[in-house]
Structure formats: structure tokens, C-alpha cells
């Protein structure tokens, strides 16, 4: 069993940059998303790490969160924390979905 330190590491920035929001600027929102995304991030990984075929959760979370923040940052212009976010998400997308059709070629041979 091969632990999925990347994806781990990749909920705990995620659930740390709400935190971070929330203690700089008081955003509740920013608190909320951090978190609700970071858990669903960490129980992806922990799938992942029982199951290196489970992906599903997180490439789906991190494929959302990607958008959220790809969006904001094209709407926003700023670098962090949205550009930042959107990138370290489309990286998880890339490394998350050549793993799945991986998957997906070794089913069907």
C-alpha cells in the first residue's frame, strides 16, 4: 500500500489557505471552501492510498476547484491566492487523470 503523500499534502494547502483567508480577512466563505474542499481533498487521498484505483473523488474535487479558482483569477487577476490554487489544481488534474486512463487501459487488455 502506497501512501498518497502528494494528495495529502495538496488538501492540507487547500484546507491551510482557508484558514489563512479566514484569519487575514475574516472571510467566512473563504474559511468554508477551504475546509469542505481540504476534507473532500484528504478523503480522496485516503481513498486513493487503500485503493490506488479509487480517483474518482479526488480528480472530481480538484477538477471543480480548478475551475472555482481558474475563474477567479481570470475575473480577478490576482496571483494569490487564486492563480496559485488553480494551477496546483490543474497539476493534480494532469497527475490524477493520466492515472486514470492508466486504470482504464490495464482494465481492458
Known sequence: MTVDYIGFAYAATVAAGG???YAKAASIPSLSAGLVFGSLL???AYQTTKNPN?????LGTSAVLGGIMGIRFINTGKV???GILS???LAMVVRLGARQVIV???KNE
Open 19 to 21: 484558514i489563512i483567508g
Open 42 to 44: 484528504g478523503y480522496g
Open 87 to 89: 494551477i496546483l489544481s
Open 54 to 58: 479509487n480517483l474518482a473523488l479526488s
Open 104 to 106: 482504464w487501459t490495464t
Open 80 to 82: 494569490m491566492p487564486a
